[in-house]
């Protein structure tokens, strides 16, 4: 009896189990990367907007109505979708590291061969 085969099996499942996990990583980080890119742009939308079409009437002494009220949201709602946006792409890149890590303990070349 080989007692061998059990180890080669259970490691063998383990790296087909880390190779899965590392996958899912990859692809949920590219959806992360694709909100944050959407967050980031929506952010630039936002704040070129308010320059370049609220800026010019804007009264700073009267900011709770009007013009300059309306830049104010609309650059507060850019910044939070700015750090939004921030954030997808921090997590997405540690779901790319976290993915990349697996696939290397996952790899079969990495194993030393016994001579």
């Keep these: 009896m080989r007692t061998g085969h059990i180890e080669e099996a259970t490691t063998t499942r383990a790296a087909v189990r880390r190779a ?10 590219v959806v992360l990367i694709a909100i944050g890119v959407w967050n980031v ?14 800026r ?9 109505s009007g013009p300059t009220w309306d830049m104010w949201v609309l650059l507060q709602t850019g910044n939070v979708a ?7 792409l921090l997590v997405a890149s540690a779901l790319v590291i976290a993915g ?14 016994s001579a």
């Design 82 to 88: 700015l750090v939004q946006g921030v954030v997808s």
């Design 100 to 113: 990349v890590l697996l696939r290397r303990t996952a790899s079969p070349r990495r194993r030393t061969r």
């Design 56 to 64: 010019p009437y804007g009264d700073y002494a009267a900011a709770k």
């Design 20 to 29: 899965r996990v590392a996958r899912w990583c990859v692809t949920a980080a």
């Design 41 to 54: 742009g929506v952010w630039v939308n936002h704040w070129y907007i308010a320059e370049n079409f609220f």
